[in-house]
């Protein structure tokens, strides 16, 4: 969704706050000299590039557009007409549109009270047809996650003839969580599909960077419908500039990561409900048109863009600090305005 237009601070997209790293863009201006040729018809040295740096067999890896990009091209690869997908709701804007393309029912299951998957709901809604359940793990737009534990218990639940889509676009911000590696992942669940970006973690949102990781016959299944040429070398130079500059990439995720708990303490003293976020955004529930709107015309006012989910609560994404000051300004505004006796 686009940016409130003039705004100073654009915290509505869960972007990265800090522009490309030099390293980079060195490496972008470096390979914009032979743009009149032509990219790998099927880009099998960029795929390989992820899998040495995930250490993950090449023939697992599906690279494409952005996660988004890829995970259109799954749906074109095993939902026909007719077929379901189970997602929650609210959950990733694209999600619904894609079962709209893939002409999939899209079956949208509300968060339970602490704004998590309702994990029991989903798996009551799985039948024969169900095609993929998306599970967002860090959840957007909530940042809430479920531990490995429970996921597992949950996969346990789910027919072979359903693939799991765990979007992990923002698992690099998830410090502290605790899972198996991604190739001990798929083998032990085949049906799963393990989906991340370099949107996010590494600033790298414009250039469309993103993969997954499948058992192999799935993952031949989705480049079998995926356009030729589709990886450029600009994506190419920025991933490699990216994965050799992972010390800088980390400093910035920490940064980044002490933002959203000094902005999170900040609201919770302000007596906002906001649930703990491993992501680079924040959640403040805010279910009624009376609570967003007080505080959608001081952040306005201040320049601010977040995202406003009518009925169900705010996201904002971490930005500099003089952006999560701004947030802080406006949500205090609002709680001034709300306590003040009437005149």
């Known amino acids: 969704m686009a940016a409130a237009s003039g705004a100073r601070h654009l ?12 390293s980079v863009l060195t490496a972008l201006a470096g390979a914009v000299g032979d743009l009149n040729r032509y990219p790998d018809f099927r880009p099998e040295r960029f795929a390989g590039i ?3 740096w995930q250490g993950v067999p090449a023939a697992q890896v599906v690279v494409g557009h952005g996660s ?6 799954l749906f074109h690869s ?27 029912e899209a079956r949208s299951v509300p968060l339970g009270a602490d704004a998590r998957h309702d994990l029991a709901a989903m798996a009551a809604r799985v039948d024969e047809r169900t095609r993929i359940i998306v599970l967002c793990n860090p959840h957007n737009p909530t940042g809430t996650v479920y531990s490995w534990a429970e996921l597992t218990d949950f996969f346990r639940r789910v027919p072979a003839t359903a693939l799991i889509l765990l979007d992990e676009a923002y698992v690099d911000f998830a410090g502290g ?15 799963l599909v393990v989906l991340r970006t370099l949107s ?29 040429y589709a990886v450029n070398r600009l994506q190419e130079a920025g991933l490699l500039a990216a994965v050799a500059a992972q010390d800088e990439v ?24 906001v ?34 989910y009518p009925g169900q609560g705010i996201r904002i994404a971490v930005g500099e600090k003089d952006a999560n000051d701004a947030v802080l300004e406006g949500f205090t505004r609002a709680h001034r305005a709300a306590a003040a006796p009437p005149n």
Request: net charge negative; hydrophobic share 45%; proline share 11%.
């Open 11 to 22: 915290l509505a997209q869960n972007e990265h706050p800090y522009p490309p790293l030099p």
């Open 250 to 273: 980390d400093r910035r995720i920490a940064e980044i990561a002490a933002e959203r708990d000094r902005l999170r303490a900040e609201l919770l003293a302000l007596g906002r409900s």
């Open 50 to 52: 992820i899998a040495d």
């Open 78 to 104: 095993v939902v026909r007409p007719g077929d379901n997908v189970v997602h929650s709701d609210p959950c990733f804007d694209a999600y619904p549109l894609f079962c709209e393309i893939a002409g999939a």
């Open 200 to 228: 996010k973690s590494h600033g790298l949102a414009a250039l469309r960077i993103g993969y997954a990781v499948a058992e192999e016959s799935v993952a031949r299944r989705v480049r079998g419908v995926q356009v030729p």
């Open 275 to 308: 649930p703990p976020s491993l992501t680079n955004f924040l959640w403040v529930t805010a279910p009624s048109p009376e609570e967003q709107l007080p505080v959608k015309s001081e952040l306005e006012r201040l320049g601010v863009a977040v995202r406003f």
């Open 68 to 73: 988004a990009g890829v995970a259109l091209d």
């Open 177 to 191: 969580w605790a899972a198996p590696a991604v190739p001990d992942r798929i083998a032990e669940w085949p049906n």
